[in-house]
């Protein structure tokens, strides 16, 4: 976790580092990037919600074609119920799994595009000192001293 933050901090730094220009080319690489990844979230959910409604249909279908049939066929009843019963039990995970998925992907996705947003912030606030640092030292380099103000503040 903190490993993970201190490269965060390092890529912010060089981030910073860069031009307005390519701050700005990063943060909507970023957005897209993003952005897709919550596409192709959503894009699984469906898949997913496709994949229970057949699932059910082969269900109400072997049930349907069950019932005509009485029970009788080449399959000795005892295997039939066991071999359903697995069935039904493999449905049933699968359901879970999908439900669970879909109960928590709301707040994946808002925790997601909160992050994004706060990232936004965070480069917009660093190009705005930039911006500021740079106007008040007329486009020339910052002091040191400016420099660790940039840093802090």
Same mark, same amino acid.
Request: glycine share 6%; no cysteine; net charge negative.
């Given at each position: 976790?903190? $490993?993970?933050?201190?490269?965060?901090?390092?890529? &912010?730094?060089?981030?910073?580092?860069?031009?307005?220009?390519?701050?700005?080319?990063?943060?909507?690489?970023?957005?897209?990037?993003?952005?897709?990844?919550?596409?192709?979230?959503? &894009?699984?959910?469906?898949?997913?919600?496709?994949?229970?409604?057949?699932?059910?249909?082969?269900?109400?279908?072997?049930?349907?074609?069950?019932?005509?049939?009485?029970?009788?066929?080449?399959?000795?009843?005892?295997?039939?119920?066991?071999?359903?019963?697995?069935?039904?039990?493999? %449905?049933?995970?699968?359901?879970?799994?999908?439900?669970? #998925? %879909?109960?928590? #992907?709301?707040?994946?996705?808002?925790?997601?595009?909160?992050?994004?947003?706060?990232?936004?912030?965070?480069?917009?606030?660093?190009?705005?000192?930039?911006?500021?640092?740079? &106007?008040? $030292?007329?486009?020339?380099?910052?002091?040191?001293?400016? #420099?660790?103000?940039?840093?802090?503040?």
């Amino acid at each position: 976790m903190l $490993t993970e933050r201190k490269y965060e901090l390092a890529a &912010a730094e060089d981030a910073s580092k860069a031009s307005p220009e390519e701050q700005q080319e990063a943060l909507m690489a970023r957005i897209k990037r993003d952005n897709a990844a919550v596409e192709r979230a959503t &894009a699984e959910a469906k898949q997913l919600q496709e994949e229970v409604r057949q699932l059910e249909a082969a269900v109400a279908a072997s049930n349907a074609k069950q019932a005509g049939r009485g029970g009788g066929g080449d399959i000795p009843p005892a295997h039939d119920e066991e071999s359903r019963r697995e069935k039904f039990q493999e %449905l049933v995970t699968k359901e879970r799994e999908l439900n669970a #998925f %879909l109960d928590a #992907f709301p707040q994946r996705k808002a925790a997601k595009q909160e992050e994004l947003n706060a990232k936004a912030e965070a480069i917009t606030a660093v190009l705005d000192r930039l911006n500021k640092l740079q &106007a008040s $030292t007329g486009g020339a380099l910052p002091s040191q001293g400016q #420099f660790q103000q940039l840093k802090v503040g």
